[in-house]
């Protein structure tokens, strides 16, 4: 028997995602295929087994993450790695290329409403609706089942599923900005743009970037040499870098080509796309404890607006409002791209008994690296459940697995394995306290911000604004003042230059009682009236 595997596609830095189940059966079922596009441009495929009707119900399938390097929309979509089995049990099956490529949220669930539609009108209603998803797939199919535009779906089936959504690239920024902490120093490590919201160059970008890894890792040689050779030719403090990214990022090393690849080519694709956050930075780590004095004092600190923040929280994170369906999710044990504590999420959002968490352990860290046994036991015991049969958990599932392959390769559920805390190396939900309090006094209209340091320099100020008088949102400068910086790392006020933009947490309005607020507040430096002053964006209560 094949080993579980992951399918990647080219170009070099794989960030293309097909999911494949190894063993798979030819099974081939004899179906009725329509293509085309849905209203938004997204192409469709709808199959139909012979002798369909309606009530014998559809499954939708919805596909994994495709890269930056692929910006035209499948024209084939693929129905996905459980279809010849659906189809051979008599269900429809029905797939969207989605009208974005990349983080496909945005517009996900008016797509598959769309190609919902199109079934209908095509085939007539079905009697019952199943969602499959995997990976990216999987946040896509919780949005499906949240916003309500395909009615009364049945079942879910999610495998390795994104499914704490927006939330996980938190953790790909925080590696770009460890790894360029750590390699900061080293000749020619220069990763392909300074900013991690600026798109590489289409062409270098990827050489820049490989070169990067090698120069300050050597991990592109241990990829092609093997790992005895690579150590004999790595450079001085080579592994002792790699060692110290992959420890504060708990990354795993097999993992670390794709995982930076994500951050370095996939969020600037996301942020400057103008179909998804068109400008807007959502990522933020201003008050995050890298847990290394050395990288708390090196690391390049961002702000993020909290409407940017927001705005790509809806696009998308789970709130658990799935109504009365089902819910199966499976998940490999070592996932380095999604995190099996994305699992933690639906835990917590949905109610235990519609709910069923199943985990492979795995021997290799491997991406939705199921066997077509795992996920065929799994799929069944979700229909099972939804025509009356009792919820099965991790155990029911295992034992299904194996009876239809001894192989103990294949089946490899584990009913005790325990999930970790959070798919965050770093949360957001405690950000470091500052020592030092901003004040404004609302009677005298002075604001005082002390220990002001500037993005990118060492040096620190205390300043006094002053609110104008015909604007309450407008600040004029009364005075700077330079003062020796902190020993250690600490969160302050931040000024960035390239955003023009100035960061105060936990702002204090006196006068002050013990019960009130502490702000977060976000200025930007603007001229006003012929002089230099800061304009009041935005406020939120501080953590």
């Avoid at 004899?30 to 119900?57: C, M, R, S, V």
């Avoid at 919805?62 to 051979?88: M, V």
């Avoid at 790595?234 to 670390?256: H, K, V, Y």
Wanted: net charge negative.
């Amino acid at each position: 028997m094949q080993k579980p595997r992951l399918r990647t596609s080219t170009p070099l830095l794989l960030l293309g995602i097909s999911i494949y189940l190894s063993g798979c059966p030819n099974l081939i079922a004899q179906a009725t295929e329509f293509q085309g596009q849905t209203e938004n441009g997204a192409y469709y495929k709808i199959a139909l087994p012979e002798n369909w009707q309606p009530h014998d119900g559809l499954v939708i399938w919805n596909h994994g993450y495709q890269g930056y390097t692929k910006t035209e929309l499948e024209p084939d979509p693929s129905l996905g790695p459980l279809a010849d089995i659906a189809l051979s049990q008599g269900y429809a099956m029905a797939a969207s290329s989605y009208s974005q490529t990349g983080w496909a949220v945005f517009n996900s669930h008016i797509d598959n409403q769309q190609l919902y539609q199109k079934f209908v009108e095509l085939a007539g209603d079905p009697g019952g609706i199943f969602i499959q998803g995997a990976s990216l797939g999987g946040i896509v199919s919780m949005r499906d089942l949240e916003e309500g535009l395909i009615p009364g779906i049945d079942g879910a089936f999610l495998m390795c599923g994104a499914v704490a959504g927006a939330t996980n690239w938190d953790q790909a920024f925080d590696l770009r900005m460890v790894y360029e902490a750590v390699c900061k120093e080293v000749d020619g490590a220069e990763l392909p743009t300074d900013s991690w919201s600026e798109q590489p160059d289409p062409i270098g970008g990827e050489a820049q970037f490989l070169n990067s890894l090698e120069r300050c890792t050597g991990l592109i040689s241990a990829e092609f040499l093997g790992a005895p050779l690579a150590q004999l030719l790595q450079r001085p403090g080579q592994s002792d870098r790699m060692n110290t990214i992959l420890e504060l990022t708990d990354t795993d090393r097999e993992f670390l080509l794709l995982d930076l690849a994500y951050a370095v080519f996939e969020i600037p694709n996301l942020v400057n796309d103008e179909s998804k956050l068109n400008g807007l930075k959502p990522f933020a780590n201003a008050g995050i404890d890298y847990g290394n004095a050395d990288i708390n004092t090196t690391i390049q600190r961002s702000i993020a607006l909290p409407s940017a923040r927001q705005f790509f929280l809806d696009n998308y994170t789970p709130r658990g409002s799935i109504g009365d369906t089902k819910v199966v999710t499976i998940h490999t044990s070592k996932d380095g791209l999604v995190k099996v504590e994305n699992q933690q999420t639906l835990q917590q959002l949905l109610p235990a008994d519609q709910l069923t968490t199943a985990i492979v352990v795995e021997a290799e860290a491997s991406h939705c690296g199921f066997s077509m046994d795992e996920g065929a036991a799994a799929w069944n015991q979700l229909l099972a459940w939804s025509a009356g049969a009792a919820q099965p958990d991790a155990q029911d599932i295992q034992e299904s697995c194996q009876a239809a392959n001894s192989d103990p390769d294949q089946c490899r559920f584990d009913v005790n394995f325990q999930l970790g805390d959070s798919i965050l190396s770093f949360p957001r939900e405690h950000p470091s306290g500052s020592p030092t309090t901003s004040m404004f006094h609302r009677e005298s209209g002075l604001l005082l911000i002390e220990s002001l340091a500037i993005a990118g320099n060492s040096t620190v100020y205390d300043i006094e604004l002053v609110q104008t008088q015909d604007n309450g949102a407008l600040f004029t400068l009364e005075s700077v003042t330079e003062i020796s910086p902190a020993a250690s790392w600490q969160l302050k006020p931040l000024f960035f230059p390239a955003d023009s933009m100035l960061y105060l947490p936990n702002l204090r309005l006196l006068p002050y009682g013990e019960d009130d607020a502490l702000y977060d507040v976000y200025l930007e430096y603007t001229d006003i009236n012929g002089g230099d002053g800061l304009r009041l964006l935005e406020f939120e209560l501080a953590n």
